[in-house]
Nanobody, 111 residues
Framework: QVQLVESGGGLVQAGGSLRLSCAAS????????MSWYRQGPGKQRELVAG???????NYADSVKGRFTISRDNGKSTISLQMNSLKPEDTAVYYC?????WGKGTVVTVSS
């Protein structure tokens, strides 16, 4: 069965960095587009960044220039490098692929 397992969340001060990872299994990873979403307190889930099977990327305007999504088809993983973090980046971050969701990892940015 499809499994997506996120890791790397935590507490960081504003201006700091975190790197999230998502390990995927149960489907042919290299053929699938993958994405990171987030849901902040009291907010709807929103797309943060996506990466296609060919490696093309897209980002929410709010994270452009600060976040970088990447994939490793050999390891069936995607990553999200988050720099210059802001308190408004505080959220549960979810990995999505093959029409499935991970359980999320919590990112808290203190001011």
């Amino acid at each position: 069965q499809v499994q997506l397992v996120e890791s790397g969340g935590g507490l960081v001060q504003a201006g700091g960095s975190l790197r999230l990872s998502c390990a995927a299994s149960g489907f042919i990873f290299r053929f699938n587009d993958m994405s990171w979403y987030r849901q902040g307190p009291g907010k709807q889930r929103e797309l943060v960044a996506g990466i296609s099977s060919s490696g093309a990327t897209n980002y929410a305007d709010s994270v452009k220039g600060r976040f970088t999504i990447s994939r490793d088809n050999g390891k069936s993983t995607i990553s999200l490098q988050m720099n210059s973090l802001k308190p408004e980046d505080t959220a549960v971050y979810y990995c999505m692929g093959a029409a499935h969701w991970g359980k999320g990892t919590v990112v808290t940015v203190s001011s």
